[in-house]
């Protein structure tokens, strides 16, 4: 079973901008999706963006569409999720997770496999 790590979190003021990265080995041996998604405290996960495997095709929420940009490093073994113009409502836990399906979703119910996540925290 693939094993995801996710890191780059921490605390960024209004505005600020954070990459966060997940490494997920033998990432282009498998034809999966990467997506990555958050919880805030107290919601419900949702749904950030996600990436094909050939890395030529993303999807993003409407929340996050236009600051933040996904992409794949295929020689590292990881993803990424440049994050700018960053919101007090950005703040949650995020997470990276594949999916064994052939083009990008954001529906979270195909998504088998996920890492332990990484804290980002919008505040001044």
């Known amino acids: 079973q693939v094993q995801l790590v996710e890191s780059g979190g921490g605390l960024v003021p209004p505005g600020g901008s954070l990459t966060l990265s997940c490494v997920a080995p033998r990432l282009t041996q498998n034809e999966y999706i990467i997506g990555w998604f958050r919880q805030a405290s107290g919601k419900e996960r949702e749904a950030v963006a996600s990436i094909s495997n050939a890395g030529d095709g993303a999807v993003y929420s409407d929340s996050v569409k236009g600051r933040f940009t996904i992409s794949r490093d295929d020689v590292k073994n990881t993803v990424f999720l440049q994050m700018n113009s960053l919101k007090p409502d950005d703040t949650a836990v995020y997470y990276c997770?594949?999916?064994?399906?052939?083009?990008?979703?954001?529906?979270?119910?195909?998504?088998?496999?996920w890492g332990r996540g990484t804290q980002v925290t919008v505040s001044s």
């Open positions: 997770a594949t999916a064994p399906v052939p083009v990008p979703s954001l529906r979270d119910l195909w998504y088998e496999t």
